[in-house]
């Protein structure tokens, strides 16, 4: 494959969109040589590079076209699922890492129909849990030595965002110049993101750092540092004092990241035209949640609140005060803002809302398409 342009990253936020599913995929042979078509009893989502791939195949002429990633993304599967009607041939050069599971199949793990609770620990914390050595395993398969990147994870996943915090939490490392190949490597197998402020410079060295992947963010968070009690099977008492107490300020967390993947990949649907880039913003006394600037030269800003009450005019206002305090977009054609809300909105911020076209209010339904 030429390019891999085009190409989503390795997570939507839809259910219809989710990365492919790697379940029952194997050559018909059993081999590591076979004649396709695959094996394959579920596959959900990559729509873009299905086209992308099916288009470049349909072409009357020889091409060559790669696809790469870390392991375990869906490579294997999206390429099963191209070629399911056309004659193909497969080799595998090495055995698949064992024991390592796709987001898909980690949600596939869950049971709908049991409480939260009950999901966690069946499939995180309890001693044997399929996902219990879930990050070691990722480390593992990708690393030689595992155990300083394993501290570093640690460090961001609870709270260390700048270099001089997580230099704090991993004493082995000297200086920022001994920390740099670590976070650079981190970087390149997509375990974590750094970014900076929008408003910022580009050259600026002011990043913030956080875990790239959603699982990986609570594995850290939450069973790595109780592991030792995990380990003698007090996995109520953990879930009870060390993650349930916790879990909402984790998923506030988790539901920025949410936000500004929405906007980014289905922003057009509320702004009508689809976004450029899309980032956060911060200064020394405030946070911005979500910032960018659309195609057609328009600014967004926008909060997540991930509250048990419903967003009023309060965070409107706080919204509108934040915006102020940026530099950033300051010649857009206008301005969007949009609030995101766990619990939806009050009657009012909703009128509001209805006479004031770029003023959006985004709810669990709207996040999955449902309206």
Not at 68 to 75: D, E, I, L, P, Q
Request: glycine letters at 8%; aromatic letters at 8%.
């Amino acid at each position: 494959m030429g390019s891999d342009a085009g190409l989503s990253k390795d997570f939507r936020l839809r259910p219809h969109t989710a990365p492919a599913n790697l379940t029952g995929l194997q050559p018909v042979s059993g081999s590591p040589f076979g004649i396709g078509p695959f094996r394959l009893r579920a596959f959900l989502g990559r729509e873009r590079e299905l086209d992308l791939l099916n288009r470049e195949l349909d072409r009357h002429r020889p091409s060559l076209m790669v696809l790469y990633g870390r392991r375990r993304v869906g490579k294997s599967a999206l390429l099963a699922r191209v070629t399911r009607n056309r004659r193909t041939f497969y080799y595998s050069n090495r055995p698949e890492s064992p024991g390592i599971h796709p987001r898909e199949c980690q949600l596939q793990l869950c049971d709908p129909h049991r409480s939260l609770r009950d999901n966690i620990l069946d499939v995180v914390l309890d001693p044997g849990a399929p996902l219990g050595n879930e990050a070691d395993n990722v480390l593992q398969a990708e690393l030689s030595t595992p155990a300083r990147y394993a501290t570093i994870l640690q460090a961001i996943a609870t709270g260390c965002t700048t270099t001089g915090e997580i230099l704090g939490r991993t004493r082995e490392i000297s200086d920022t110049r001994a920390l740099s190949p670590y976070l650079e490597k981190l970087q390149a197998l997509r375990l974590i993101q750094a970014t900076r402020s929008l408003d910022a410079p580009p050259k600026a060295r002011s990043h913030r750092f956080r875990l790239a992947d959603p699982f990986l963010a609570f594995w850290y968070r939450f069973r790595l540092p109780n592991s030792s009690a995990l380990a003698v099977g007090h996995t109520a008492h953990v879930y009870n004092h060390a993650v349930r107490p916790e879990l909402h300020a984790h998923m506030g967390e988790i539901f920025e990241w949410i936000g500004r993947e929405y906007i980014q990949w289905y922003g057009e649907e509320i702004l009508t035209t689809a976004a450029r880039e899309v980032g956060k913003i911060w200064g020394s006394d405030f946070d911005l949640d979500i910032a960018g600037t659309t195609l057609d030269r328009k600014q967004v800003f926008g909060e997540c609140k991930w509250t048990s009450a419903k967003v009023g005019m309060s965070v409107l206002g706080d919204l509108a005060a934040l915006t102020r305090k940026t530099t950033y977009g300051r010649r857009a054609a206008a301005t969007h803002l949009v609030l995101l809300s766990r619990k939806g909105f009050t009657k009012e911020l909703q009128r509001r809302s209805a006479d004031t076209p770029f003023l959006h209010l985004v709810d669990p339904a709207a996040l999955l398409g449902e309206t």
